[in-house]
């Protein structure tokens, strides 16, 4: 390193061993576009002597090259790695780095100004304890600085400085730093940050970042790497109840069963009682394991192998918990949700919801609002798009244990994947169960499917063709519902017009309505195979997700895809109700084929070519696949 420290030189065990001791604190750095942030962290990084000398000979190179500041030395350049940021002299993505002190370890997450790239700072914010929010002391408070400040106070980070940067361009103005610092109080107390320190600095000078500056004597607060050094850690988590999501079960013999996961809050002793969620299951931890040996306690913070007195059933996504006070149970919540993705959230659509080490389906059902983040403002809302915050009701297929975010963020923060192509689509924070949740339950039954399907002599299952408008899926499932019927089966069909005249009647073609149009279906399909009924649904069910959906609702073998594949042009051709014409003269909108998608199946069971086979052809083709009890793709 550029300036080695005394102690790795005279007694490098003594130094690793003081290293290891000292506490850790996550912060970010955030604000507009062009406050400063990369160049205070690099100023960070250089007044820390946490620069390589090579480094530091690339930083000088590459600042002569690229750098803004006239061959001096740009800080900047040591976190702006992306060929595009130097290009354009912005951060992109979020840039981790890691420094320390003589009293702390640090870890800064410097964050895009953009909004477009708002979700990368909300993945930079995720894990910080304080946050440092720049503002120009030329420009004062920004729009961006406002959307920062709202998501830093939504994601629970209570320690703040607010520092005024660049103050060596307006004459070191204690005037005009006490005007930015009263507009900013009065929006902070809006969100809730009524606790923050201001800080006049120049990153660039390195004016009170390690030192107090001779060129503000008016301020008398700390320099920002002294606030730093004594920041307090975010709420003391030990002091909270045991909490411990299962990431492994170990069972490297028959004789040795533990679970190992991170300790998210509390202690834990050998002796205590504790519950496993969500089977409320109780027993008592018998060992604490580690690689260096078996352990008195294990506090928050402690990747541990607990062993239990008694053999339960505990799974990797469960939670150990205190037993005599847990965390809820519940698969209906309301939360917060960030969207990341350019394609929109639309309500009743799957998603995979991922809560620690637990992984369940998750489908938004209810929008309350989203929030003009600029205004505070709360809006109605029927879909979020691509970096809107808002408030929604979310329904899991299976209970979780869950604490809210504002108690535990580890137990109340989740990300939402996309079921099809494993993007993550969102990042949430759980308030609260909904009541509903919690006194609704499955009431049991004695004659259950499998009864009903016997007294019919038949498998039920649902034979679900999709295709495009015109495409005759229709016509075959009328037919292949008369064989069955011929042969003694007990049918029902549903049809996408049909259904639209009842149950459907309220729904539009919105995308947001295509994807509940689909669930309700489904759902009532469910019902109908549990009553022992081959079901023939014919709908067009444009989009992959939604039919994935459909399948994940029945067993093994009950769902039947069958693609009445018709190419568009050929559909357009038949036009029997005149719909492709409508939709081309743009009185039809949102149509499949014209102006919405379609998303063909990619391993459906039985294929359609209909320019090939008569709908008699194509019916009997399915027919002959149902009663033959095949389940292999047929081409």
Partial sequence: MAHQSALIAE??????????????????????????????????LYDSKMIFEDQLAALEADSRKVGTQGGEIDFALLVDGLAAEREQGITIDVAYRFFSTDKRKFIVADTPGHEQYTRNMVTGASTADAAVILIDARKGVLTQTRRHSYLVSLLGIRHVVLAINKMDLVGWDQERFDAIVADYREFAAQIGL????????????????????????WYSGPPLMRWLEEAPIEDDLREKPFRMPVQWVNRPNLDFRGFSGLVASGVVRPGDKVKALPSGRESTVARIVTMRGDLPEAVAG??????????????????????????AVADQFECTLVWFDDEPMLPGRPYLMKLGARTVSAQVTEPKHKVNVNTLERLAATRLELNEIGVCNLALDAPIAFDPYAENK??????????????????????FALRRSQNIHWQALDVDKAARSAAKGQKARVVWLTGLSGA?????????????????????????????????????????????????????????VDAGLIVLVSFISPFRAERRMARDLLEDREFVEVFVDTPLEEAEKRDVKGLYAKARAGQLKNFTGVDSPYEPPERPEIRIDTTKLSPEEAAEKIFDWLEGGGFDPVI
């Fill in 472 to 528: 005759g899926k229709s016509t075959i499932a009328n037919l292949v519902e008369k064989r069955l019927h011929a042969e003694g089966r007990h049918t029902y069909l549903l049809d996408g017009d049909n259904v639209r005249h009842g149950l459907n009647k309220d729904l539009g073609f919105t995308e947001e309505d295509r994807v509940e149009n689909i669930r309700r279906v489904a759902e009532v399909a469910k019902l109908m």
């Fill in 410 to 431: 580890d137990l109340g923060g989740f990300i939402l994947i996309d079921r099809i192509s494993n993007r993550t689509v969102g990042a949430g924070m759980l308030h």
């Fill in 194 to 217: 009524t606790d923050f320190t201001a800080i006049p600095m120049s990153a660039l000078k390195g004016d009170n970042i390690t030192e107090p500056s001779p060129h503000a004597p």
């Fill in 302 to 327: 402690q990747s541990v192998t607990i062993t239990l007195a008694d053999e339960i059933d505990v799974s990797r996504g469960d939670v150990l918990a205190a037993a005599a006070d847990p965390p």
């Fill in 11 to 44: 007694d490098i065990e003594a130094y690793l061993e003081s290293h290891e001791k000292k506490s850790l604190l996550r912060f970010l750095t955030c604000g507009s576009v062009d406050d400063g942030k990369s160049t205070l962290i690099g100023r960070l």
